[in-house]
């Protein structure tokens, strides 16, 4: 059973260009969550999609930043006009239901550089 | 104040000392706590979880929460090279919210063979 799948697992963009990262969850999972890991940071939570819903964003900057997670393909996190405070690491997790404790599984992240 | 604060490190130990990390936390509504271990340029990976108070064995791993004094830790025996890595303390509340995760910053930890 593959875990949690993300790419590219490294992306190098340029101020103002979008950067669009993927996440394909865990077999059988439909609860996606992103979370965010700057330099000398924590993860931080920036948004939680089921299937077709944004069910909490508030995690995420009002501007530039978005998230889906379609009915069908990965859930994507787009970030549109990048600059170089973007640069970090972003995580996925997915999970087979909602609050689950002990089911928040990880992916190996994608790790955002904004030249 | 920081929802969750965690010393940083970083520690280094021989191998086979006894590990503790710490973490402690200013929100009454966290009920459930984890340990997640990351190894460098890797996702998080979860160690130990356990609900409201008490402590909880698995192996090497010993992980304790107090929650009247709002502090829980991390224990590793034994430890091995292959502990080496950053040690993240998260939790979460049971209300609404209950699926985010707040995270520490992590300790990292190396273990000298």
């Known amino acids: 059973n593959a875990g949690v799948m993300q790419n590219p697992r490294h992306l190098v963009r340029r101020r103002g260009q979008e950067a669009r990262l993927r996440c394909s969850p865990m077999?059988?999972?439909?609860?996606v969550y992103w979370y965010r890991q700057l330099p000398e940071e924590g993860l931080k939570f920036m948004v939680y999609?089921?299937?077709?819903?944004?069910?909490?964003e508030s995690g995420m900057p009002k501007e530039r930043f978005s998230a889906e997670f379609p009915k069908e393909g990965p859930s994507i996190l787009r970030i549109q006009q990048v600059v170089r405070g973007d640069s970090a690491a972003y995580f996925c997790?997915?999970?087979?239901?909602?609050?689950?404790?002990?089911?928040?599984?990880f992916g190996p992240g994608t790790r955002l550089t904004v030249l | 104040q920081k929802e969750v604060e965690q010393d940083p490190g970083p520690l280094s130990v021989p191998e086979g000392a006894i590990v503790s990390l710490n973490c402690t936390y200013s929100?009454?509504?966290?009920?459930?706590f984890m340990w997640y271990r990351q190894y460098s340029r890797k996702g998080p990976e979860l160690l130990m979880y356990t609900y409201s108070s008490g402590n909880k064995e698995d192996g090497r791993f010993t992980a304790q929460v107090d929650k009247s004094s709002k502090y829980i830790s991390l224990f590793i025996r034994d430890s091995q090279p292959s502990d080496s890595a950053t040690y993240l303390c998260?939790?979460?509340?049971?209300?609404?919210?209950?699926?985010?995760?707040?995270f520490g910053k992590g300790t990292l930890l190396t273990v000298n063979p």
């Open positions: 077999k059988g999972h439909s609860h």
């Open positions: 998260a939790m979460k509340d049971s209300g609404g919210s209950n699926y985010k995760l707040t």
């Open positions: 997790a997915s999970s087979p239901l909602q609050g689950s404790i002990d089911t928040q599984y």
């Open positions: 999609l089921q299937k077709e819903n944004i069910i909490d």
């Open positions: 929100n009454s509504a966290f009920q459930y």
